[in-house]
């Protein structure tokens, strides 16, 4: 089994910021890409940011200039940076992690999620 375990959401003023973190954990080998997804009440969940272990990134374009992912492979975490944030940001935010374990058993596994509040 592989672990995420996320941490840093809470309330936040509209233009604040916040600093998400996700550590995987378990019998890792590789990762292959780490993100953020986010699903707000009453809406599917929907991709925020993905980092590759190459270092391709991905951003949704509603937080393009706003939010920045990276990652720590040495830590196996990855983190979201999110400036400027507006009310419409807020939502439970999932990391999400792929790759494989040992014995090249390829893992798709999600943290619990932590909830982000913007107040307006």
């Known amino acids: 089994q592989v672990q995420l375990v996320e941490s840093g959401g809470g309330l936040v003023q509209a233009g604040g910021s916040l600093r998400l973190s996700c550590a995987a954990s378990g019998s890792i080998f590789s990762i292959n890409a780490m993100g953020w997804y986010r699903q707000a009440p009453g809406k599917q969940r929907e991709l925020v940011a993905t980092?590759?272990?190459?270092?391709?990134?991905n951003y949704a374009d509603s937080v393009k200039g706003r939010f920045t992912i990276s990652r720590d492979n040495a830590k196996n975490t990855v983190y979201l940076q999110m400036n400027s944030l507006k009310p419409e940001d807020t939502a439970v935010y999932y990391c999400?992690?792929?790759?494989?374990?040992?014995?090249?058993?390829?893992?798709?596994?999600w943290g619990q999620g932590t909830q982000v509040t913007v107040s307006s």
């Open positions: 999400n992690a792929e790759g494989f374990r040992w014995l090249s058993v390829p893992f798709h596994s």
């Open positions: 980092s590759t272990s190459g270092g391709s990134t």
